[in-house]
Structures are given as C-alpha cells and as structure tokens.
C-alpha cells in the first residue's frame, strides 16, 4: 500500500529556534492535512492544503506556522519560533481527489521544545 | 459543535476474548466516522469506516462496527482479540474533510 513519509521520526530544538517538518504525500493525492497529538490528548487538526492554498486551518494554526509545497513532492510545516507547548507528536496526512474522507497518514514527528 | 467520545481511556482484555471499544459522537447531519488505530512507534492506520448503507461495517484485521444513530454510537468490536491487537483506538467523525478524534483507547491484552 503506499505510504505517506515523514521526516525527521525526532526532533529536539531550542525554544525560540525554527523547525520544518517535513512530509512526502502519496504521489497522486491532492489534499495535504497536518495534525498534532500533544501527549495525552486528542489527534488535533491544524491545517489542510489543497492546490497550493490553505483550504482550512484551526485556531492552533497562527501566525508562527506555515505550510508549503516548495515542490511536486514535499509538504512541510514550519513553525517560526518554537514554545514549549509545541511539543507533540505531528501527522501529516494526504488524500486523492476522489476519496477525500479517506486519509492517509503518515508515522509521525516527534517534536521536542527544550 | 461535533465531537467525538470515547468513554474508556484504558481496556484490557485477555488474548482470546471479545472486544468492544465504545464511540458516540455529536454531529447535526449524517455523519462520516472512523476507526483508526495507533501501534507504538506507527503512524494513524484505517481500520473501517461508514458513510452510508449497512449500518454494520467490516474493516481490516477482523474488527467491525456498528453504527447506531438512536444512540449516537460508533462501537468498533472483534470477536477474538490477538496479542498484536494492543495499541491505541481512535473513532473520528469528519466535518468538512478534517477528523475530529476522540481521546482514543488504549487497549491492552493479557496473554
């Protein structure tokens, strides 16, 4: 089955520091979504992309994230300026044109703010 | 605003036994909902789903579930629950094609 890929699995950075996470959709899918889990809660939606364009974003998503799709193949999420409180797990998620509802997802990133 | 329950944030079961995890959501209209599981270290996996039609719907790995509008429930259930079962159950119910999860179950088997 293809996979959605994300990378790095960790990351440790420094609050105040910049991460991107970054993530490979399935090839022919054209929705792109991001969701975190801090730990202990809920799969939280933050954002959906779609033709090159934020579609919906949640009251989490300010102005320290932003997404892109810097090519034919990646999708990341940028957080300006990391808090302590953006520790979580991040997914990233795509789905096809056709099949919208079915969403596939990726592994994970472990985002750690010191 | 829709929502999604799971009542029970641990089960354990013994390897053999039936399982049911239970669901009830909030949502105006006809809802989408979702099972998905988590094992440690994996990443959001699909096990079934129900738009519309059967109300009971078959997924991967021998679970099903059953949806019951009269009583707002999602209840994912497997007839003879496997050690490799153990990981955590989130339902979802979709709004505007963005999942809106429970706080999930964590399941656990005896041998």
């Known amino acids: 089955e293809p996979e959605v890929t994300q990378t790095p699995s960790h990351q440790v950075t420094q609050m105040g520091q910049e991460v991107i996470l970054r993530c490979v959709p399935i090839s022919n899918h054209l929705y792109f979504y991001w969701y975190r889990q801090i730990l202990g809660q809920k799969v939280e939606f933050l954002v959906s992309f779609y033709n090159n364009e934020i579609s919906e974003k949640s009251e989490i998503f300010d102005d320290q994230f932003s997404v892109e799709r810097p090519d034919g193949s990646n999708f990341t999420l940028k957080i300006r300026s990391t808090k302590l409180e953006d520790s979580a797990m991040y997914f990233c998620?795509?789905?096809?044109?056709?099949?919208?509802?079915?969403?596939?997802f990726g592994s994970g990133t472990q985002l750690s703010v010191l | 605003a829709q929502s999604v329950t799971q009542p029970d944030i641990h089960i354990t079961v013994s390897e053999g036994a039936s399982l049911e995890l239970r669901c009830n959501y909030s949502y105006g209209a006809t809802p989408y909902l979702f099972w998905y599981v988590q094992s440690p270290g994996q990443g959001l996996q699909l096990l079934l789903k129900?738009?519309?039609?059967?109300?009971l719907v078959q997924g991967i790995k021998g679970f099903e579930a059953e949806f019951k509008r009269s009583q707002s429930s999602f209840n994912l259930r497997k007839p003879s629950v496997h050690w490799s079962d153990a990981a955590e159950y989130f339902c979802?119910?979709?709004?505007?094609?963005?999942?809106?999860f429970g706080q999930g179950t964590t399941l656990q088997v005896k041998p």
């Open positions: 998620a795509s789905s096809s044109l056709t099949n919208n509802e079915k969403l596939f």
């Open positions: 979802a119910v979709v709004n505007t094609g963005k999942l809106i």
């Open positions: 129900y738009f519309s039609g059967d109300t």
